[in-house]
């Protein structure tokens, strides 16, 4: 006899539970953030990319010449934070419809002007205004805002300052920000120090460095060389969650790689067996010229796990 819909949706719920259940029981939990976790990222993300006396709620640090990362806690001082809600990057832009990455629903969902005297003024700006910054928001937990639940993974409700139409005439940003430059070797090697969690079994070696963040969530970065004393450039950071190689389990698109847990090398740990443990990947591109969300970032199609 053919399921109805209500229970087949509770067959699917009961099966993906108990692989759930499963893949927590063989991994062991991550660290949830401790008080020396949140020092030593604020440490490492100290640069203020503004001008005018702005103090951001959040902290960043320089890439390139042209995009930021930066990391956002539950409270914007080191003394009063006690959890990271966010990961994300800055890209140099301008204050256009035609201009911002990837569209309006590329992630990019803020604009923040360069100058400002204060930070709360300084969202928006007027048209074809390229003296500024498009913003994309990682939640690396869940929580609630003000906006409704935030889950892991790309907020796309995230303070909105939609790009006014600006036609054809889009000038492209020629400012100097702050401090920026290119990370040095020095900083390439410091930043691999501090992600330096392997939440992956048998023998794998991951040719990116995590860090635990909560029970469940690692923040990772992915250079252009795997060992960090050879690399020059930052290319990829991103987050992975616990989970099951199940297309009921990956949720949004935008995580679109699944390694598993254990495999007798990283190569063979791609993708796996319908259920199978692991950790499902989102990246984002610090890639100027194609910022935001890699969907392309080794992706796996996960098999449906709702079968009987």
């Not at 590329?106 to 003296?131: C, I, K, V």
């Not at 969650?241 to 389990?249: L, M, N, S």
């Not at 199978?276 to 990947?281: K, P, T």
Request: charged fraction near 20%; include cysteine; glycine fraction near 12%.
């Amino acid at each position: 006899m053919r399921l109805s819909r209500i229970t087949a949706a509770a067959f699917t719920a009961f099966v993906l539970a108990g692989l759930l259940a499963s893949a927590k029981a063989q991994t062991a939990a991550g660290p949830t953030t401790t008080a020396g976790h949140i020092q030593s990222l604020f440490g490492l993300f100290t640069d203020n990319p503004f001008t005018g006396g702005q103090v951001a709620p959040r902290q960043y640090r320089w890439v390139n010449e042209n995009v930021l990362m930066f990391v956002q806690f539950d409270r914007p001082r080191v003394a009063e934070a006690r959890a990271l809600r966010y990961i994300g990057m800055s890209v140099k832009g301008t204050f256009c419809a035609e201009a911002q990455p990837r569209g309006a629903t590329g992630g990019f969902t803020h604009y923040h002007r360069l100058n400002s005297p204060t930070y709360g003024a300084g969202h928006g700006g007027p048209p074809g205004w390229n003296q500024g910054y498009w913003l994309l928001w990682v939640a690396v937990d869940e929580f609630d805002t003000p906006s409704g639940r935030v889950v892991p993974g790309v907020d796309y409700a995230f303070s909105p300052t939609p790009g006014p139409t600006c036609g054809s005439n889009v000038s492209r940003p020629d400012f100097q920000g702050p401090g920026q430059h290119r990370l040095t070797r020095a900083e390439i090697r410091r930043l691999a120090a501090l992600f330096n969690d392997n939440p992956l079994r048998g023998r794998q070696t991951a040719p990116r460095h995590y860090r635990w963040v909560t029970g469940d969530v690692l923040i990772w970065l992915q250079f252009d060389k795997a060992d960090p004393a050879k690399a020059s450039a930052l290319r990829h950071l991103g987050i992975a969650k616990r989970g099951v190689f199940c297309r009921e389990d990956q949720g949004h698109a935008d995580f679109a790689y699944f390694q598993r847990l254990k495999a007798t090398s990283y190569a063979k740990g791609r993708g796996g067996k319908r259920g199978e443990a692991g950790f499902w990947h989102l990246a984002v591109s610090l890639d100027a010229s194609k910022p935001g969300v890699d969907r392309s970032f080794l992706r796996t199609v996960p098999p449906s796990c709702s079968k009987r």
